[in-house]
Every structure is written in C-alpha cells, then in structure tokens.
C-alpha cells in the first residue's frame, strides 16, 4: 500500500511539476492521451506522460497563446467496436500468396509507407471526383487530408485520411481480396466521363498489404461519406494479423474515411521514430498532392514542378527544386521543361548542371541524376533505364502514366516501352542542347567545353548510328580554315565541302602548332582542304566510331596518304625545279644500297614539300617523317 501511494503521489508530482515548467517555458498540446511538449530548438513535439494515469485535467481551456498554431492532427482513439465480429478467411487462393505478397514483394520494408500513402491518395481523389459528380456525397466541404501519427510507447503506426471511406462491402472487395485494385476498378468505372480523376495513383491492389512487412497485427477503421447523411453510415473495423483471415465488426466513433493501425513487430519499432518517416515520406511522397500531416505538422510542402505550367516557374523556383532533386549547391545552366502526351505521356523537368563534372562524375560507375516518378509518386531515385548512362549528368525528374511496372512498383517491365521512353526523352535532350547551341554559342562553348566528354562518350558506346550523328551536331573542333581558337561543327564543314569532295578530314595532335608542320597536313594544305584537328587523345577514336556524318565519311589525313595511291614517272621529275630523272634514280639507288634491308620501297612523291623524304612503315602503323 505505501509503495502504491508513493507512486501516486509522485505521478502527481510529476504532472503538477510539467504542467508548471510547460506554462512558463514551451507550448504544448495533448493527444492519445499524451502530454506533448515542444522543445523551442527542435520545434517538435516530444511525449512526456501519459495523462490517463495521472490527476491532469483534459477538460481544462488551453491558453491560445500557448498552442502552436501550425499543429493540426485529426486522429483520434475514440472507436469501439460494437458487437460480435465476422472472422473470414481471403478469398485468394492460399496463404502462401498473403507471404509472397507481404514478405517477398518489396526490396525495402519502408515502402509500405509509399504504399499507404498512395492507397489515402487515392481515396481523397476518389471523394474529390464524387463530391462533383455525386449528390448523395455527404460533407463536401470537409479538408481533404492525410495524417500520420507515430507512437512509441505503445509500437503503432496510424495513418488516416478524409477520404470516401469504404462500406462493409468494399472492406471485402478491397481488403478481401488480394491483389484487387479498388482504385483501378475506379477508374475503369469512371473512364470516358470525365478528366477529374485522372489523379489516381493506384494500379495494382497489393500496397496495402506491404504493411505486414512490419507489422503482426493491422486494423482498418473507415466509414463511408456515399449515400445517406453522415450521422446515419456505420462505421466498421477490419483486423487480420495476415495468417490468412480477417475479422469485420461494427465500430462506434468511426471518423469519416478511413484509418489504419499497424502495430509494428519487434525488429520494426524504427517505423516510430518521427524523423525516419518523415525522411521515408520526403523521399517517396513528397509531392503527393494532398496535405500530409506527421505527428500534427505539415511536411510536403515543396510542389511538383514538373506538373505546373512552364511559365509560371520562375528562375528562383527552379533553383531551389534543382538543389531538392540533386542535392547540389550550385545552379542549372541549362533547364528542360518539356510535356507530351504522344507517342508516351511524359511529364519532366531536367536540369544542366553550371559546375564542372567532379571526379566520380567521370566514372560509369556513378548512377544517372534522374528520378522516375508515376503521378508524383516516387517509384526509382536513380533511374538508370530512363536515359542512357552518358547523360548521367543530367539531373531532375520524368514523370510518366505509361511506365510498365511489376506489382511492387518497384521494377520496370515491357523493355519495348521503356526503351520507347528513352529514346524520346535522348532525342528530346539533344534536340534542346542544339536549340542552346544555335542561340547562345558563347554560352553553349562553355558547356561542351565541361561537358563534352559525355557527348563523346555517347557516340563510343553507342549502337544507333542515327542517334551518333545527332549527337555528332554538338561536338566542336578548330579548323584548319578558321583563325586560332575558333571552332566549328561537322555540319559547318559540310556546309563549306568543294565540290567533289566525299569525305570529312580530321587529324589527331596535341596541340595546333603541331598539326599544323604535320607532313600529314602538307598534302591537302596545298588542295585547299580543310581539315579538323582533334587536340584530345579520345577524339580520333570517337570520330573513327562515329564514321559518317550526313552521309560523308570521316576520314583521318594519315589513311587518306595510303588511300591515295600516287604514280609519278621519273621524267616529270624535272618540273618545278625538282630533281632530273638521272638525279633521282641515282638518290633512289644510294638509299637502297645504303639502308638495305631496312627499306622496303622508295619512291619518288609530289606530295610532300617539307619534309623533303618520308619513311612509311611497311605495315599499318602509319608514316615516319624525317627532315633532312
């Protein structure tokens, strides 16, 4: 007895020492029974004492001043169930199947929030549609919202929202059955009507149960807004610890829409822990878009951008998604806000980084910037299929109806769509940068000049000789016709071709004082052919796998020496000044006799004025030039 009123008087010691030190230093606010205090550095609320057990009154007026005016929360514990249950087992084939799907399905447990998520959307898009279609919608006006709240003492997850809610029947249909999809029948039902319900998320049926990854016990508590007044739908509780059946009651105090608890499993108490949800919901369902509320503050906040109309994004508004979606500091160069409903309905938002690539940006290794979203649900951070891996720079977000997934919404299927998409989104990337080019070349310099390696990378690795020669357009080379410094295109090249001539010359040197004394440069500099010099060491291997531009081959200057075969008879030696016919057959007899073996042929050429005489290799390892 006096152990038991000693931990009376000291609970009530307790309360009456926080309720004290809550009035004069914090705000506070209560919930599930709970005493929640907010810290002034954090700004968030931290459960204290549990007030049932205590002598606090709940019923006393809080001072306004002390409530802190962003918290909202609209869950609450007043459901009961009301006579005997209904115990049912679910109609899919066996329990194995509940396994696969809760167990086998997803790669990281912590989608099941997604999930949820997407389920909740779901349900306010449907009341949303029905309020405008439907008369026998109860409450129109209500805020159509999502909340969460996370529990540690007692191990829960709850999530509800102010949905259409579901009757007993639809608790059967949906939760019944597994991998049926009320949303999908939804918007089969509704198809054709009307456009206002084209915010579904839901496909499959199977999100739901993602929640006993993490949980050994789920209750659902929803009551329907279609048909009748409010006062007059029942409220139901639906509850299965996922062995295979499920029990459906009649709950009393069942708010409108519908609620979801899960008590989380022992290895899955992180899932109460504020700061990882609220991590886990800017990760996936940032930009759902209804309010969603966690422990009674608002955390989606940013909005979707690459859905807003492209004139109403300001430059500061891209700035600050560009640093959300890359996690750079820097700003994009370049931005791509591009829209299209044929041949895929794409929605996306690209930015060009203004900083130089660093060193791992260099690597294959690192993964591509881009996030693919389906209707502002995160379904892969770093989509790899999505573009190919040389625009591995470009950052943002692609956002597309069409993308075939697996039930997870996890992995993409039907490689004949996917790769549909990306070759509309590379087509539409490289169309934009020679847009960029053609309008701002100063700018435009720069960029190729930081970025350019992946350009070139792209026409390596790639396989579509098409795709090559687009990407072919933004690559810049000086010239032998242009002054220091100044480079060209191939299409100016092609633009500027003589008459007669079929090919694109190139050289490869380190420098232009270089390429200009090459032996090979000497012969087509007296033709009046331009040529393009490559100063990269990755160039001439670029060009030799890009071999056609616009129908003209790319031919570097050292083949083009072997190609042309020359027949110069010793009796026109004479012209120009040069050697006599006597002269140049006893020079030609004293190289053979003095080298011997070490020569294979000499010749007498035109082509070369400086040098004077030319060593070539017997086999393809190209000339060696002598000056004498």
């Given at each position: 007895m006096a152990a038991a009123?000693?931990?009376?008087t000291f609970r009530q010691s307790l309360v009456k020492l926080t309720t004290t030190f809550v009035k004069k230093h914090q705000k506070y606010s209560h919930n599930r029974g709970y005493l929640l205090l907010k810290t002034k550095d954090s700004g968030s609320f931290r459960r204290w004492v549990h007030l049932s057990r205590c002598s606090f009154d709940l019923n006393a007026k809080e001072n306004k001043d002390d409530v802190d005016a962003s918290y909202h929360?609209?869950?609450?514990?007043?459901?009961?169930?009301?006579?005997s249950g209904e115990?049912?087992?679910?109609q899919a084939e066996t329990k194995m199947l509940l396994d696969i799907v809760a167990k086998s399905l997803y790669s990281e447990k912590e989608v099941f929030i997604r999930e949820l998520i997407s389920n909740s959307s779901d349900a306010l898009e449907r009341f949303r549609y029905l309020s405008l279609t439907n008369a026998e919608i109860s409450d129109k006006d209500r805020q159509l919202e999502l909340h969460i709240v996370t529990d540690k003492l007692t191990g829960t997850f709850t999530i509800q929202d102010t949905g259409v809610g579901m009757t007993k029947e639809e608790l059967v249909a949906n939760l019944g059955t597994i991998a049926r999809s009320g949303s999908k029948a939804f918007l089969k039902e509704v198809a054709g009507k009307d456009e206002t319900a084209t915010n579904i998320i839901g496909q499959f049926g199977v999100g739901f149960y993602s929640s006993f990854m993490v949980a050994d016990k789920v209750e659902v508590y929803t009551r329907s807004t279609v048909g009748g007044t409010q006062a007059d739908a029942k409220g139901y509780k639906w509850t299965s610890d996922g062995s295979g059946t499920y029990e459906i009651c009649e709950a009393e105090g069942v708010q409108a829409g519908t609620k979801i608890v899960l008590h989380l499993k022992g290895d899955c108490k992180e899932f109460c822990?504020?700061?990882?949800?609220?991590?886990?919901?800017?990760?996936?369902?940032?930009?759902?878009?209804?309010p969603i509320y966690l422990n009674g503050k608002r955390i989606n906040t940013i909005e979707a951008v690459w859905l807003m109309d492209p004139k109403q994004v300001d430059e500061n508004l891209h700035e600050e998604f560009y640093r959300f979606v890359s996690g750079s500091y820097d700003r994009p160069r370049y931005c791509l806000h591009y829209r299209t409903d044929a041949p895929l309905n794409i929605r996306c938002l690209l930015y060009f980084p203004e900083g130089k690539p660093g060193l791992f940006d260099m690597s294959r290794e690192t993964d591509v910037g881009v996030a693919l979203y389906c209707r502002k649900v995160l379904i892969k951070s770093k989509a790899d299929n999505v573009l190919p891996k040389w625009l591995r720079f470009v950052k943002g977000v692609v956002d597309s109806e069409d993308i075939p997934l697996n039930l997870s919404r996890e992995l993409l299927?039907?490689?004949?769509?996917?790769r549909r998409l990306r070759t509309v989104l590379t087509n539409r990337i490289l169309r934009f940068l020679n847009d960029q080019a053609n309008k701002d070349p100063e700018n435009y310099d720069k960029f190729f000049k930081d970025y350019g390696i992946f350009l070139k990378e792209g026409i390596i690795t790639g396989t579509e000789q098409v795709e090559k020669e687009e990407i072919a357009k933004l690559l810049r080379y000086e010239s032998s016709a242009m002054p220091v410094g100044q480079r060209v295109t191939l299409s100016e090249y092609g633009a500027r071709i003589k008459e007669g001539q079929k090919d694109i010359y190139y050289l490869a040197a380190p420098s232009r004082h270089l390429a200009e004394t090459s032996p090979y440069f000497e012969a087509l500099k007296q033709k009046e052919v331009e040529v393009l010099f490559c100063y990269e060491p990755h160039d001439e291997l670029v060009l030799l796998q890009l071999r056609q531009f616009d129908r003209k081959n790319?031919?570097?200057?050292?083949?083009?020496m072997f190609r042309d075969k020359e027949d110069v008879k010793l009796e026109e030696t004479e012209k120009d000044g040069s050697l006599g016919k006597d002269e140049a057959e006893n020079l030609i007899e004293f190289i053979?006799?003095?080298l011997q073996s070490k020569v294979h042929e000499v010749k007498v050429s035109y082509r070369f004025i400086f040098p004077p005489i030319r060593f070539p290799h017997i086999q393809t390892y190209g000339d060696v030039c002598f000056r004498l």
């Open positions: 009123l000693r931990a009376i929360n609209i869950i609450k514990n007043t459901e009961s169930t009301s006579g115990k049912r087992e679910f822990d504020e700061d990882k949800i609220q991590e886990i919901i800017t990760k996936y369902s940032n930009f759902v878009g209804n299927q039907d490689s004949a769509l996917i790319l031919v570097s200057v050292e083949k083009e053979k006799t003095t």
